[in-house]
């Protein structure tokens, strides 16, 4: 097999949730547990940390994962969904899984794996956990795939827990209710292992005190800290930082909401320091200053909050939940002197209308859909749009769209592309 027909039997063969939604989602850890037998349970072999949360849980993995990076440790990266190349979910200091690793793996193994009828996030996930051991990983990463409990990464034993904050999302499958998604995430919170949470509400809070009194776990609430004394934007549009415990530095990735991202991920080190996990390096502010200016460079960030051009000026951002709009919605409207240009699509299992509410009034609109079978017609986002006394023009295609509005867009104005992290991947694939 190549790498692509490799890739196509894993998107096409597979339950694959990113592409069908719920048909492609398997609830239950049997299979996963089967797989990890079958592969000698390699998480064992390296120290792991867990992160979860419906808004942030990107930016916080792959931040954690420079800022150990640059400590010296050797640190795989889990993240999903991929924006334009499978091998981006599987990450080592950086550097993508080969090509020839994961078509080795399906060709070796699919033998085994084909009569469980696993899930693509399974069969993923286990060839993760395998590359990290088979390259020695000091450390390894790990993010959640959907909700906590039932996600299939929820068969390690980390050092440390993260759960970055809970928000209305994946309510066919997590519950209707804050509180309810909130147990589902405090589903990885195991006994003996600290968790830092970074964001709550009193009903969630009250989630992670009782589930934390039921397993014995140390809870540490990051907003509860003081860690971050002064945050603000810079002229050229990055976030300097005053903190508590690592002095001041400046981040590349600029979203409003990074700002909490960033009080979560400082807590989450000095956990992680306090621990003996990791050794707390003398020059540790100059790491953390390094690292949180080179999370793109060092692990491969993309969509949160990046600018792609200037003069206009072009914004991408994967946020796609009411969580995420509430920050791009409110950094939108405060964006500049120039007019703004919003080219928006979302899939059909999210909240439409509330991340409708919370999108600028003043915007010229540019409708358009991902290319994928769980897109939201662009024609339907239209009619519901104009409910909110928003309007704009509808496109089939995101090139067509982003065309539209570059060719609309003066200098001085900005351009944001955004509303599914699949968007962002259409957009990355086509328009450049």
């Not at 499958?173 to 709550?200: D, R, S, Y």
């Amino acid at each position: 097999m190549t790498y692509k027909e490799t890739t196509e039997y894993l998107f096409n063969q597979m339950p694959m949730f990113e592409k069908q939604g719920k048909a492609g989602y398997k609830e239950g850890l049997d299979n996963t547990m089967t797989l990890d037998a079958h592969f000698g349970h390699p998480h064992r072999n390296y120290k792991t940390i867990h992160i979860a949360g419906t808004n942030g849980k990107g930016s916080c993995a792959h931040t954690i994962a420079a800022i150990l990076q640059n400590m010296g440790y050797k640190v795989g990266l889990y993240t999903s969904p991929h924006i334009i190349d499978f091998r981006e979910r599987i990450r080592i200091n950086g550097i993508t899984i080969s090509e020839e690793y994961i078509v080795d793996f399906v060709e070796q193994e699919r033998g085994f794996f084909e009569p469980l009828h696993p899930s693509f996030f399974e069969v993923t996930t286990a060839m993760a956990f395998k590359y990290f051991s088979d390259m020695q990983v000091d450390i390894a990463v790990i993010e959640v795939g959907l909700g906590g409990r039932l996600d299939c990464t929820n068969i390690i034993t980390p050092i440390l827990s993260v759960i970055t904050n809970i928000s209305l999302d994946h309510t066919q499958f997590l519950g209707n209710t804050l509180a309810k998604i909130a147990g589902e995430k405090a589903g990885i919170m195991k006994p003996g292992v600290p968790v830092v949470i970074g964001e709550t509400t009193e009903d969630t809070r009250q989630v992670f005190k009782n589930k934390a009194q039921d397993t014995g776990v140390k809870t540490v609430f990051a907003e509860d800290t003081a860690e971050i004394l002064k945050a603000a934007h810079t002229a050229d549009g990055r976030i300097e930082y005053d903190t508590l415990s690592f002095g001041k530095f400046e981040g590349e990735l600029s979203g409003d909401y990074q700002i909490k991202n960033t009080r979560t991920i400082l807590t989450a080190i000095k956990e992680l320091i306090a621990g003996n996990h990791i050794i707390k390096n003398k020059d540790i502010n100059n790491i953390i200053k390094k690292s949180f200016m080179e999370v793109t460079s060092l692990t491969g960030l993309t969509g949160r909050w990046q600018k792609i051009e200037e003069r206009p000026t072009v914004i991408c951002d994967a946020g796609h939940n009411t969580g995420g709009w509430e920050y791009i919605g409110r950094q939108l409207s405060n964006a500049g002197k120039g007019n703004i240009h919003i080219v928006f699509g979302m899939v059909d299992d999210k909240d439409i209308e509330g991340v409708i509410r919370l999108m600028p009034a003043g915007a010229r609109y540019y409708f358009t859909k991902p290319d994928n079978k769980r897109a939201l017609n662009e024609n339907k986002i239209k009619s519901i749009a104009a409910a909110y006394g928003l309007n704009g023009k509808c496109f089939s295609t995101i090139k067509e769209a982003y065309s539209s509005a570059k060719a609309t867009a003066q200098p001085e104005d900005l351009i944001f592309i955004g509303g599914s992290c699949y968007i962002i991947s259409d957009f990355m694939k086509t328009c450049f």
